[in-house]
């Protein structure tokens, strides 16, 4: 008799893990891979998407023809401050750009002689002055710079969303990774912060759902609930 289990992705910047566990929640199998990184276009070090995504696919694909397995549900938990900026047809525009990749000082001038004063800003979006580890400045880093590439974006995805994305086809936010210094939320208005809607990127964020949300549906011939996807270093602020 097949085991039944639930199936997790958790994407670290250098790991890559895939786990089972059972109803009990007993790890009873585990997978571990690392890619090389590329580079985007300014030769910056960038996670490898496409090789993420083939791996992805390729071991879930393999563990449902499994005979000793009955995969009931599947969930991702990566890093954050991650865009991956998708166009119409659900393709990604742009390299998974690297958080660490810095952000020229006049784009970050310019960002705050609009929206600040600088300390209030940062005080209410609850994020420190991290250039594009402050995910929300990356949209508007685009917007402002690359508009060519920024007019197509249909939605941005945070990388845990954008996971569920590939499996799932519904593109949602969660809370985790808005909330992470993405310098995007407003914690005393519990929405969006105005300048999202001043620069009208709520156009282009998919609405938002709890972080237990689960889209029931078939996948190649088998029901399965797949997670939204979490936040990895936001993880243990949620209630049991």
Not at 20 to 46: A, M
Not at 190 to 217: A, C, G, R
Request: glycine fraction near 6%; charge should be negative.
């Amino acid at each position: 008799m097949k085991t039944k289990v639930t199936a997790v992705f958790d994407i670290g910047k250098t790991n890559k893990k895939f786990f089972l566990f059972d109803k009990d929640f007993k790890e009873v199998h585990k997978e571990y891979i690392s890619f090389d990184e590329i580079v985007d276009e300014d030769g910056f070090p960038t996670e490898n998407l496409p090789a993420l995504q083939e791996w992805l696919k390729g071991v879930f694909d393999r563990i449902l023809e499994a005979k000793e397995f009955n995969v009931k549900a599947i969930n991702f938990s990566t890093y954050g401050a991650s865009f991956v900026h998708i166009d119409k047809y659900g393709e990604p525009l742009t390299p998974l750009y690297n958080y660490l990749k810095p952000l020229d000082n006049d784009i970050i001038d310019d960002f705050f002689s609009k929206y600040g004063p600088k300390e209030e800003f940062l005080k209410t979006t609850g994020c420190a002055d991290l250039s594009m580890l402050n995910s929300g400045l990356q949209l508007y880093w685009l917007k402002h710079r690359h508009p060519e590439v920024f007019k197509n974006i249909k939605y941005s995805l945070h990388l845990p969303q954008y996971l569920s994305y590939v499996f799932a086809g519904i593109p949602l936010s969660e809370y985790t990774s808005i909330g992470c210094h993405t310098a995007l939320w407003d914690y005393i208005k519990k929405d969006y912060h105005p300048w999202v809607y001043e620069e009208e990127l709520d156009k282009i964020l998919p609405p938002i759902v709890s972080t237990e949300t689960s889209i029931n549906m078939n996948y190649n011939g088998k029901r399965i609930k797949i997670g939204v996807g979490i936040h990895d270093s936001s993880a243990a602020l949620l209630p049991m």
